[in-house]
């Protein structure tokens, strides 16, 4: 099966599997007609980018294990709506985004210029 492409061009790359991530739970950021949320981006999250999200009514680091959902920690990466990842943006506390694993369709809302100022840096992308 050949994968979308990535932001940079080349094909997607798998963005985590501990937990395992992705709207499909395959650990990449692809998306189809049934994500709504559009979870292409891939992040490092912070600790800031948690409670942010927090506080805007989306707690991602309480487990809900009903939905299969472990609960996040500082340092786990994950696919985030590209919404909350631009908001997020704005407010100052973005997280820091796998470029290689964040899905092409993501130029459509935020830019290139954007995603590169917080990339994970290349040694830093496979850990």
């Given at each position: 099966m050949n994968l979308p492409l990535n932001v940079i061009g080349t094909?997607?790359?798998?963005?985590a599997l501990d937990p395992v991530t992705g709207f499909y739970r395959d650990g990449n950021c692809v998306t189809g007609p049934e994500d709504f949320g559009l979870h292409i981006v891939c992040v490092r999250v912070t600790g800031a980018f948690l409670t942010f999200s927090?506080?805007?009514?989306?707690d991602l680091q309480t487990p809900r294990p009903e939905f299969g959902?472990?609960?996040l920690s500082p340092g786990d990466r994950w696919c985030l709506c590209v919404e909350r990842w631009r908001e997020a943006f704005a407010a100052g506390v973005a997280p820091p985004v796998h470029l290689a694993a964040t899905h092409i369709s993501a130029l459509e809302f935020v830019d290139l210029a954007d995603l590169k100022q917080h990339a994970i840096r290349a040694d830093?992308?496979?850990g």
């Open positions: 094909e997607l790359e798998p963005c927090q506080q805007r009514g989306n959902f472990p609960g830093e992308a496979s």
